[in-house]
């Protein structure tokens, strides 16, 4: 059974493990390797994570899905307005994909959109990630607006899917909550 709880201190250096392995896994073909080793050293670099960790304000901070003490994903999200909650940051160790760790986070999260309030939910993902896109599609997501982007460190361009989809309390019940 996959739980999913609060990312204490001694998960940091699973969460970086996690962000990295997913990060390399998910974009290998879709990023120049000099972009994901620069987004990779920024977002799961250990002090980052572990202040992360520790203090939140701006966000509802890291959540962890593990299984019989294995951690096999991370992720969080926080509000953007009184109505919209964001997914910030989902990302599965890519030995367990397809194992129900991803939809336990989301399902976790959208707790916390529905307390806190919040009627839609949204998430960015790269145009051309076929394990995240398809994965939100079948939660109902839906496409929103492309945004297209550089990234000034490596000039590359960057194409964004901008998902949303309506929530409400009655939505935990009908997917299992």
Known sequence: MIEVRAAEEHDVEAIAHIYTAGWRDTYTDIHSEAYIEHII???????????E??????WDG???AERD???LGAGGGGLTSPQTWEIFVLYLNPTFRRQGAGSALVETMTRQAVQSGASEQWVSATKA????VPFYTALGFEV????TSEYAPTGETIRTLRMKRSIRPSLLTANGG
Do not use: M, S, T, V
Request: without cysteine.
């Open 41 to 51: 050293a920024k977002y799961a670099d250990p002090d980052r994570l572990l202040n």
């Open 129 to 132: 990630n076929e394990k995240g």
């Open 53 to 58: 960790i520790r203090h939140h304000p701006d």
């Open 144 to 147: 929103q607006e492309e945004r």
């Open 69 to 71: 003490g294995q951690i």
């Open 62 to 64: 890291w959540l962890i």
